[in-house]
Structures are given as structure tokens and as C-alpha cells.
């Protein structure tokens, strides 16, 4: 196997997308694991919106991030809003709530 030299930056940012794919990953397996469930993934790509859901309500780690937010609360990236995400569980888990829930 050959060694490929990229940028700091470029390797910074690959590091970054696979915290944040292996975040989304975790949270996916925790949630089949709480409810004993064996979900799988659902992206949703039409005129209206882009969506990527692994559970839809209530518990650990509901996620559904899609662009069809918009006015003040809209996440310009969806690298930003797994980002967000990512620090409020952060943030939960410091103030020891799961998810949020207390």
C-alpha cells in the first residue's frame, strides 16, 4: 500500500467527517439497542427537502436532519447541524441528562 500526502487542513477536515459519520453511527446504534430494534437508515432526496432520519420519535438520540429549516434556526451545512448536535450531547452528557431528558 502507498502513503498519499494530503494538507494538514484537508486531513483535519477528513478527521472531522469521520467523527461526525461515526457520532451519527453511534447514536443509530444506541437507539437499536435501547428499544431492541434493528432500523436501518432512510435518506430522502426530492424537490422539497433533503433527509436523513434513523429514528423517529421519542428516546435516546432522535435524529432527523434535513433542510427545510428555514428562517433564524436554519444550519447553513449539515456539517454544522451534525456539529451542533454532536455538542449537545456533549453538553447532556457533562450535565448528566440523556439527550436532554432529564
Known amino acids: 500500500m502507498r502513503d498519499i500526502i494530503i494538507s494538514k487542513a484537508e486531513y483535519d477536515s477528513l478527521k472531522k467527517d469521520k467523527e461526525?459519520?461515526?457520532f451519527l453511527e453511534k447514536c443509530h446504534t444506541l437507539l437499536n439497542e435501547k428499544y431492541q430494534t434493528d432500523y436501518g437508515w432512510e435518506i430522502v432526496i426530492n424537490h422539497n427537502i433533503v433527509r436523513i432520519m434513523i429514528e423517529?420519535?421519542?428516546?435516546?438520540g432522535d435524529f432527523d436532519i434535513n433542510d427545510?429549516?428555514?428562517?433564524?434556526?436554519?444550519?447553513?451545512?449539515?456539517?454544522?447541524?451534525?456539529d451542533k448536535k454532536i455538542a449537545e450531547f456533549k453538553f447532556n452528557k457533562i450535565q448528566g441528562h440523556e439527550n436532554g431528558r432529564e
Request: charged share 25%.
Open 20 to 22: 461526525r459519520l461515526d
Open 56 to 60: 423517529k420519535y421519542g428516546g435516546l
Open 68 to 82: 427545510a429549516c428555514g428562517g433564524n434556526a436554519k444550519i447553513k451545512t449539515c456539517r454544522l447541524a451534525i
